[in-house]
């Protein structure tokens, strides 16, 4: 199963939103690295298909492909440490957004990388959502839509379903993607993904 990362205070933001309304949204780069590197330059065009091709004034251009898939059902990867344990019975996960602890049976992974197990680093470290297994994850959420759009055309509805809440969401949201994307910044205007999505069990997709 796939992973959508997310920093702790971004998905603070998500959740509140998936609460209120049941549907939340995040703006995602990958699939259009080579496009950002020049985006004004390309003309978006949608082939008998309904593939969309971006096309270079040469000619030439790029199919992009998002990371994900409509319907498709992925876990949330946040920000979290090694809290209590049982040796060799179970561990607590702690999730940095809220605090929160889930347990889970002790494993290889464990193992390695507990103090028990003379890791490097102590369990009071806060890891990276990066390297969040599947089987420590609390939430997963599954794609309902995908479009492409230029970043500056969020609307203030859409900065909402972001997960900003404070005066102009879409300015608020603005500053946010600066900070968490410096090398394709707001002014930029780069090309995004907009994947919208809902929370599900995780039975879910153990039913497919």
Request: hydrophobic share 35%; glycine share 8%.
């Amino acid at each position: 199963m796939k992973g959508l990362m997310f920093q702790a205070n971004v998905w603070q933001g998500k959740r509140r939103i998936l609460e209120q309304s049941g549907e939340a949204q995040t703006r995602r780069l990958v699939g259009l690295e080579e496009i950002n590197k020049e985006p004004d330059i390309y003309l978006p065009l949608q082939m008998p298909d309904g593939v969309w091709f971006f096309e270079k004034p040469d000619g030439d251009g790029v199919l992009p492909k998002p990371g994900y898939h409509v319907n498709e059902v992925v876990y949330v990867k946040e920000a979290w440490r090694v809290g209590d344990y049982s040796y060799p019975k179970c561990a607590n996960i702690m999730y940095r957004s809220d605090g929160f602890q889930k347990t889970v049976p002790w494993d290889e992974w464990l193992e390695r990388n507990t103090k028990y197990g003379g890791s490097c680093c102590g369990d009071e470290k806060w890891r990276s959502p990066m390297f969040l297994k599947s089987a420590y994850a609390r939430y997963f959420i599954q794609i309902t839509a995908i479009i492409w759009q230029r970043l500056q055309d969020i609307t203030e509805a859409d900065a909402i379903k972001e997960g900003v809440e404070l005066g102009s969401a879409r300015g608020h949201f603005s500053i946010l993607w600066d900070n968490l994307n410096p090398k394709f910044a707001w002014d930029s205007n780069p090309f995004v993904f907009v994947y919208t999505f809902h929370r599900v069990d995780k039975s879910v997709d153990m039913l497919r």
